[in-house]
């Protein structure tokens, strides 16, 4: 019973998997260059990240009001060329 409410909690998840925050430099790196790369650049910038990890972070900084602006138009433009190599 004590294990099940512990595992119900995320205490024994949060052992299981890494848990890294994201470090300053590393906040100012993707504002500075979300706007101009897709996904997939991003992810070779950060290399240690997943995708759905750098995805959640720009939900966050959208939410919070750190990012306004969109994605520029050649940025767009090169996502669906890279979509349509995958498929």
């Given at each position: 019973m004590v294990f099940y409410q512990?595992?119900?909690k995320g205490?024994?998840?949060n052992k299981m998997r890494?848990?890294?925050g994201w470090s300053y430099?590393?906040?100012k790196r993707?504002?500075?260059n979300y706007n101009v790369l897709t996904i997939k650049e991003l992810k070779n910038l950060?290399?240690?990240?997943s995708i759905e990890s750098i995805n959640n972070k720009i939900k966050r900084l959208k939410k919070?009001?750190?990012i306004k602006n969109g994605?520029?138009?050649e940025t767009i433009q090169r996502s669906y060329f890279q979509r349509k190599k995958e498929i």
């Open positions: 512990k595992f119900m205490e024994v998840l890494r848990i890294k430099s590393e906040e993707l504002l500075d950060f290399p240690e990240r919070s009001g750190k994605k520029l138009s």
